[in-house]
């Protein structure tokens, strides 16, 4: 199943948690300091929250969630066949989890889309990554981080 994906910046993740669960009538697929994820059913949608204080009620970035790696491919090829431009980041780990994906690049407003598939749980926000700058694109977005870790930009994980 393919889902797209809204990441938000919350200023306070217990109360975004907390208004996110009564709104959709379900609980975090996996909740972390700083960072919470729903994997709702109706409306398809995996909703990640990613605690940026200061920063709430902004979008972090859009993505399209989907089954495996061979759609990662198949997306990815059908992609460029339109002339988009994209920027490979296979067995990474960011949000919390390994993930085979891209960020395509060059979108009229400028937002980041990622196409992605996760491949494992992880317990950590960023993997052994020295400088993360996962959640954003190879362009120089911001990058998406738990409350504790600084803003980033530049190169993609």
Not at 45 to 62: A, F, I, R
Request: proline residues 6%; aromatic residues 8%; contains cysteine.
């Amino acid at each position: 199943m393919s889902r797209v994906q809204l990441a938000l910046n919350v200023n306070d993740i217990d109360a975004a948690v907390a208004f996110y669960t009564r709104l959709f009538g379900t609980a975090p697929a996996k909740r972390r300091d700083g960072y919470a994820n729903f994997a709702i059913a109706q409306p398809p949608l995996k909703l990640v929250l990613l605690e940026n204080p200061g920063q709430g009620g902004t979008l972090n970035h859009l993505g399209i969630e989907v089954p495996d790696t061979e759609t990662v491919d198949a997306e990815q090829t059908r992609l460029a066949a339109a002339g988009l431009a994209s920027v490979d980041e296979r067995d990474t780990t960011c949000c919390y989890a390994k993930q085979d994906k891209f960020w395509v690049e060059g979108t009229p407003g400028g937002e980041s889309w990622e196409i992605y598939t996760v491949i494992d749980d992880s317990a950590t926000f960023y993997g052994d990554q020295d400088a993360p700058a996962c959640c954003g694109t190879a362009t120089g977005a911001t990058a998406a981080q738990p409350a504790d870790v600084a803003i980033t930009t530049g190169p993609s994980c």
